[in-house]
């Protein structure tokens, strides 16, 4: 049974000291509070009850009762042989025998990625506006349930976006299918482990299925092919300020395809890094003759519609009015492939004369054969002449 305070919140028990708390991300974590400074509290930058707080991860938490864990846990077969700094230190480098490589992965394997999982994918400033214009997430991500507890600009910075003092962003959205996603392991990522840091952005990639750092452990996915995914209902931008307090931008609107805008007045600040977003925007909305080449598409009674996903049990109809929004029978993600001088893309737009494509499996060959620039962590693209561009066409990933 968890026990609550006067004030209707959890008690909990960290490092043997009782604490007011309230779970965040579903229970992935724990926010801390506390009416005097203590070591690893932040102050509240507008405090409504308790001047400081602090996030710890649900596994460091005891007291807070029986809670549902809508996400599996990562495991680690520890002993005396194997302690966690061991299988921390194992993860962030290239296995150098079957024993290591075995451990790194029995624990990676842990870490499962179902209908609904809440992901989260580090975004920059520019990959911000670029959202609210209408581009598609695509690249590097980890599920929210692993990452709840890092809050700050300086915390977030691990997972590989734009290094602030002042505001990091985030997009989160609920996965519509595990397809979608694939661990940062072995052929996946193999041309990017032996990527020259002079062609690379960002952190280098381990191969390990593990974010680089020093003291998290955190598994990390890339989108399948490094294709963009559709954006489901409810996906949002947010931004976390330096006292750790999360801060809700946008949502998405998919029957409008486009971005409303959530952020109050005194969080108008963290809107200043977008230099090219209009802070007073309340609706950013995604241009409809814009050639769209990753999609979703469902069948209603016989006939082919646009779909909406809204994760993890609402499919639908995309349609403006809500007695349309009849719920699909079937739903696939609809991905334009092709290639180019043998290497494989996805195809991103297109004119009469030039193909913005995407690598799916990007090496230091393709890499320089191609041209290709790498514009985030993982992530290369080129323009392609269209004479150049073969085997053009559109792949479906049946999700249901």
């Known amino acids: 049974m968890t026990i609550l305070n006067d004030m209707g919140q959890a008690a909990v028990m960290v490092d043997g000291r009782a604490y007011s708390a309230e779970p965040v991300a579903g229970g992935a974590a724990y926010e801390l509070f ?3 400074p203590e070591p690893g509290f932040l102050r509240i930058e507008s405090p409504a009850r308790w001047p400081f707080h602090r996030f710890v991860p649900t596994s460091e938490v005891t007291g807070a009762g029986p809670a549902a864990m809508p996400e599996s846990q990562l495991c680690a077969p520890l002993s005396r042989s194997l302690s966690w700094e061991r299988v921390h230190w194992l993860s962030q480098r290239p296995p150098r025998d079957r024993h290591a490589a075995d451990v790194v992965a029995s624990v990676r394997a842990t870490a ?6 809440r992901m989260v994918m580090p975004l920059t400033a520019g990959s ?16 929210e349930w692993d990452v709840a507890h890092l809050r700050t600009p300086a915390e977030l910075a691990v997972l590989g976006g734009e290094a602030s003092e002042d505001v990091t962003y985030l997009l989160r959205w609920r996965a519509i299918d595990a397809a979608d996603f694939r661990p940062s392991t072995g052929d996946t990522v193999s041309g990017l482990v032996a990527m020259p840091p002079h062609d690379r952005v960002g952190a280098a990639v381990l191969g390990t299925g593990f974010a680089p750092s020093s003291t998290e452990l955190i598994p990390e996915w890339v989108t399948a092919d490094f294709a963009d995914l559709p954006l489901p209902a409810h996906a949002a931008v947010v931004a976390y300020a330096p006292d750790g307090t999360e801060v809700v931008l946008y949502t998405f609107q998919p029957e409008q395809r486009g971005w ?3 952020v109050g007045p005194q969080w108008r600040r963290l809107l200043n890094p977008l230099r090219e977003i209009s ?4 609706y950013l909305p995604i241009p409809r003759d814009q050639a769209v080449f990753s999609r979703l598409v469902g069948m209603f009674r016989g006939e082919e519609y646009e779909a909406v996903a809204d994760p993890p049990e609402e499919f639908r109809v995309l349609a403006m009015s809500r007695a349309a929004r009849y719920p699909v029978e079937s739903l696939r993600r609809r991905t334009r492939y092709a290639r180019w001088r043998g290497a494989a893309v996805t195809v991103l737009s297109a004119d009469a004369n030039w193909v913005r494509v995407r690598l799916c499996q990007p090496d230091p060959v393709n890499v320089t054969t191609l041209g290709a620039q790498c514009n985030r962590r993982g992530v290369y693209e080129a323009w392609a002449p269209t004479t150049e561009v073969a085997d053009a066409h559109d792949a479906e990933l049946r999700y249901f």
């Open 128 to 143: 911000v506006t670029d959202l609210l214009r209408g581009r598609l997430p695509h690249g590097f991500c980890y599920r």
């Open 112 to 117: 499962v990625i179902r209908q609904g999982t």
């Open 260 to 262: 409303l805008r959530l």
């Open 279 to 282: 802070a007073d925007q309340e």
């Open 34 to 36: 506390s009416d005097h």
